[in-house]
């Protein structure tokens, strides 16, 4: 794995899960590889948390790189099944951003979490000499709930029914086309559709819709490693086999053409604002329906079975040693 992106398994074995300080009886559920939250028990509550770096990119403009920096956030808290409800947010600001920008940015975030009923409870602000964009801090969500509300991506069940929603590569597609879009050669109507991908990246309220409506065993937001990466996760947690149809895997308008000429696998590459999805067929009618009631993009792509790893169409889909995205932006910045 190269140094770019999340450290692999292996380090995290070594790195992470070995050194967790203090144990404690009232951690439900703490780190583990592939799973974006934690759960802290407080008096029979549920307290799910997750933290993200937060990437601020002006050349989306300030409001639209806030809003999608928001989401990335909280929807690791929303994959739980569990209404993020608390945002606690450390902003290290590059020396060069003036009061009006981080002004803009700060009330953008202010619109977001008052939509989604969420308090920015506590937090950290000032401008470094180092700082620079996109990485601009980090932040910790919080939700508050059952413990027999928390969807895990490692509860798939032989007999489930798998869903994605949106489809591979739209957050890649999305960014690059929108930042590069002059040095990517496809047409005016390819790079059209492709930049309207940014519109596809956020799957807060998705999870949610998808959670109410369930019952739902499994979900795994599609994001660094893409869809083959998210697909492998939840099947390891499981000890299950995943098998997909390909066909039936939903593809964006402008995806497949700009990861051709990019040559850019979209099953490896980050799809941010896509759901993988564990149904129980009791459910999947009802959570199908449910979100395509909010106009989101959703189709069934196979089953959960007996055995290990993930097959497609019969073949053995590898989880991908790194996603290609990071060397594609690399390879347009440095033109």
């Not at 974006?36 to 029979?44: A, E, P, T």
């Not at 930042?179 to 492709?194: C, H, K, M, T």
């Amino acid at each position: 794995m190269t140094n770019l992106g999340k450290i692999d398994r292996t380090v995290f074995e070594n790195a992470v899960a070995a050194n967790l300080g203090a144990s404690r009886d009232d951690v439900a559920l703490g780190p583990q590889h592939g799973v974006d939250f934690g759960v802290i028990d407080v008096d029979g509550t549920a307290l799910v948390t997750a933290t993200d770096p937060l990437s601020i990119l002006p050349a989306l403009g300030l409001e639209r790189a806030a809003r999608f920096a928001l989401d990335l956030v909280l929807a690791d808290v929303a994959v739980s099944g569990v209404s993020p409800s608390h945002l606690s947010i450390c902003f290290t600001l590059p020396a060069t951003m003036t009061d009006d920008e981080f002004a803009t940015i700060q009330s953008t975030i202010h619109e977001g979490c008052v939509d989604l009923g969420v308090a920015v409870v506590t937090g950290h602000t000032a401008r470094y000499s180092d700082s620079s964009h996109p990485w601009v801090g980090a932040a910790t969500a919080m939700g508050v709930g059952g413990h027999d509300e928390i969807v895990c991506p490692d509860g798939a069940r032989p007999g489930d029914r798998l869903l994605l929603t949106t489809g591979p590569a739209v957050e890649s597609v999305g960014l690059l086309s929108t930042l590069f879009g002059d040095r990517i050669a496809v047409s005016e109507d390819v790079l059209a559709d492709a930049q309207e991908r940014l519109e596809d990246v956020y799957c807060v309220r998705d999870a949610l819709t998808a959670a109410a409506a369930g019952p739902v065993t499994a979900m795994h937001d599609v994001t660094e490693g893409g869809l083959a990466g998210a697909l492998n996760e939840m099947a390891d947690g499981a000890g299950a086999r995943f098998e997909i149809d390909r066909e039936a895997v939903p593809m964006r308008p402008g995806v497949r053409e700009v990861c051709e000429t990019l040559e850019i696998d979209p099953w490896a590459a980050t799809s941010c604002g896509s759901l993988a999805i564990a149904v129980d067929p009791a459910g999947v009618d009802a959570v199908r329906g449910a979100l395509e009631d909010r106009g989101t993009v959703v189709a069934e792509i196979g089953r959960v079975t007996e055995g290990k790893g993930v097959l497609v169409d019969g073949d053995q889909l590898e989880h991908p040693s790194v996603d290609p995205s990071w060397a594609a932006y690399a390879e347009l910045a440095s033109q």
